[in-house]
């Protein structure tokens, strides 16, 4: 599976940007697909996912504001991000895995594969 990210962008804080992560290969629909961010100087942190099912899980700190969802018949998956906020700016990652369980979910090494990142910047 290879997977790219885009949408990413300069905004400023409280305004809006959705992000895509689209997925080549047949099985896509099977997959989970995580976003993941990473801001200067810190490590990978888990943003959110979604499973072949369409359960979703989000982070505490973005838990309202952003919203993921998945168009299998594009082989795409959304990360709406709303109310951005200065501390939301990072590198932010797509991440699939067809294997992942429940216990990996918010865990880097759960996903095999890997976007290559679409920078979000939001300005006070």
């Known amino acids: 599976v290879q997977l790219q990210a885009s949408g990413g962008g300069l905004v400023q804080a409280g305004d809006s940007l959705r992000l895509a992560c689209t997925a080549s290969?047949?099985?896509?629909?099977?997959?989970?697909v995580g976003w993941f961010r990473r801001a200067p100087g810190k490590e990978h942190e888990f943003v959110s996912s979604?499973?072949?099912?369409?359960?979703?899980y989000y982070a505490d700190s973005v838990k309202g504001r952003f919203t993921i969802s998945r168009d299998n018949a594009k082989n795409t998956v959304y990360l709406q991000m709303n109310s951005l906020k200065p501390e939301d700016t990072a590198v932010y990652y797509c991440?699939?895995?067809?294997?992942?369980?429940?216990?990996?979910?918010?865990?880097?090494?759960?996903?095999?594969?890997w976007g290559q990142g679409t920078l979000v910047t939001v300005s006070s």
């Open positions: 991440a699939a895995s067809g294997t992942l369980v429940l216990s990996e979910i918010r865990r880097k090494d759960g996903y095999n594969y």
């Open positions: 290969g047949s099985t896509f629909s099977r997959y989970t």
């Open positions: 979604i499973r072949y099912s369409s359960t979703t």
